[in-house]
């Protein structure tokens, strides 16, 4: 049997508590200890992957290495751990059934009847040890989506029963659950907690540790209280209090013992202190900057800024380096199309244009790329945004007012931004994009060579649509160059405009890459321009 651990992090209550924070927070600290640690994700929908789900929905999709579209917490996966993930590490119900079915239909199951016990289940099982065999971690952590009690997370919280059993003192459940504070009568109240345990254990799983999401400090008696209820040790009962950052959070647990208690149950060893000191020198950077600056993105999900999740984080951490806060000014770019919409932008010190899909918002994109070039204020252009960028440069400066995307305008006489060759022909959404890594051969002098300091990269993508090259020349000579190349399809992955301050727009998603210890180079160059 593998040595591999596994820890299973589920939750109750109520969703949004942070189970991802949770589980990035206690795989930083075992990693920081000298172990091999990776983080998954299970998500109880019936999608294949969140590719096809609208950001309304769900947040971002977070996209891989490897090209998988995936969960947003991945990003936090790897903002905290600083190690790429891959598809195995993101898997949803719709993917376990279609797992099931296929196989069902090669006839794998010798015409047994197909039930959620055993083949889902032991489909789920498959998906979560794979890790583990494949990589030699020496821990697992499952983080189980949903709250216990959702009827479509009960094939998960049966797996989990059903590998405690196998697995013995190899595996553990940590539970997070909500300690909510009444105001009326001045008080922290447990019950929503037992129900929540009770709830479990009705599935027959006994968490092991249990931690407590809470707006107020715990008292001994409320800790003393919750462990009776719900059987487990005391020291077991961890408090998550709420922090003006989610990077606080490893720094609490380790305080509350999280990492040793895990590995006390686990029968790990607790190796040498985990060295937290460049995480510290972030966080105090993070939370004492020497100066601020209001940015703004736009974009047609603000209203929920997990749609832009990795962005906002990617912009804290070259925050950081540069000692700067950065007061991310979310604007709807529907609103810039208004009467008086550019007003939205005055004071601004840089203008981030995000990535996105669909014609609706296209034109405030395109206003807020025409007011950053004509101010010369610092600019980023993410995928779209970069797309916007070409459109507006080709519309106001080289005159051709018709210049557009065939993704919006599909007899355009200038369609400077075409669908890609490899596009053409797909008829299905989910999965076809060109997803993952790619390499990018970078222009030496250009702001993403001084920003990379290197000639050679590589970034994910996520996209159908590119420049077209037939404007190339005519582009080049107008002053919005190339600066970044794809080396086997010649496709235009970054371009600039040398006479303005900072102007840079990328086919690619930087903020995916970018991680607490190792901020994205292009993000921390925009955020240097903007404050100068």
Request: charged share 25%; proline share 4%.
């Amino acid at each position: 049997m593998s040595d591999t651990r596994y820890i299973f992090v589920t939750g109750g209550v109520t969703s949004s508590l942070g189970k991802g924070i949770i589980s990035s927070s206690l795989a930083m600290l075992l990693q920081a200890r000298g172990y091999h640690v990776t983080i998954q994700k299970l998500d109880p929908y019936i999608n294949i992957d969140p590719g096809t789900l609208n950001p309304y929905e769900h947040g971002e999709c977070y996209v891989t290495e490897d090209g998988a579209e995936t969960d947003l917490d991945l990003g936090h996966y790897e903002r905290f751990l600083g190690n790429p993930t891959t598809q195995a590490n993101n898997v949803t119900t719709g993917r376990i059934y279609q797992s099931v079915i296929n196989k069902e239909r090669k006839g794998d199951y010798h015409g047994k009847t197909v039930q959620i016990i055993p083949h889902i289940t032991d489909e789920i099982k498959r998906r979560i040890k794979i890790l583990g065999k494949a990589n030699k971690y020496d821990v697992v952590i499952t983080e189980i989506g949903g709250t216990v009690g959702d009827i479509e997370s009960l094939p998960y919280i049966e797996s989990v029963r059903q590998l405690k059993w196998e697995l013995g003192s190899k595996c553990l459940n940590i539970h997070l659950t909500l300690v909510p504070y009444l105001a009326a009568s001045g008080e922290l109240k447990t019950k929503p907690t037992q129900h929540s345990v009770k709830m479990l254990l009705e599935a027959g799983v006994q968490p092991d540790i249990l931690v407590l999401r809470t707006e107020k400090k715990l008292s001994l008696d409320i800790r003393k209280k919750v462990a009776l209820f719900c059987n487990v040790d005391i020291h077991s009962v961890i408090e998550s209090i709420d922090v003006s950052t989610i990077y606080e959070v490893p720094i609490l647990m380790k305080k509350e013992g999280l990492d040793v208690i895990s590995l006390k149950k686990l029968g790990l060893s607790i190796n040498e202190e985990p060295k937290l000191e460049p995480w510290i020198n972030f966080l105090n950077k993070l939370k004492n900057p020497a100066k601020q600056i209001d940015v703004a993105l736009v974009g047609k999900y603000v209203e929920l800024a997990d749609s832009y999740k990795s962005i906002t984080e990617a912009i804290i951490h070259a925050g950081a380096v540069n000692n700067c806060k950065v007061n991310l000014n979310l604007i709807h770019s529907e609103k810039i199309e208004k009467k008086n919409g550019l007003k939205l932008l005055e004071g601004m010190k840089g203008i981030l244009v995000a990535p996105g899909f669909g014609e609706r918002g296209i034109e405030g994109k395109i206003l807020a790329v025409k007011y950053a070039r004509e101010n010369n204020i610092p600019f980023l252009g993410i995928c779209l945004g970069m797309q916007c960028a070409v459109v507006e440069f080709g519309r106001n400066v080289l005159g051709y007012k018709d210049a557009n995307s065939n993704e919006f305008h599909l007899r355009t006489k200038f369609p400077v931004i075409d669908l890609m060759d490899e596009q053409k022909g797909v008829t299905e959404m989910g999965g076809t994009m060109r997803l993952g890594a790619y390499p990018c051969e970078l222009e030496k002098g250009s702001n993403a060579y001084k920003a990379y300091k290197k000639i050679k990269t590589s970034e994910r993508h996520r996209h159908r649509y590119e420049f077209n090259n037939k404007y190339l020349e005519k582009y080049k000579k107008a002053g919005m160059v190339p600066s970044g190349i794809n080396p086997d399809a010649d496709l235009v992955e970054i371009v600039e405009i040398p006479e303005h301050k900072w102007f840079v727009g990328v086919q690619f998603h930087p903020e995916y890459k970018s991680t607490v210890l190792k901020p994205h180079p292009i993000f921390v160059s925009f955020v240097e321009a903007a404050l100068k």
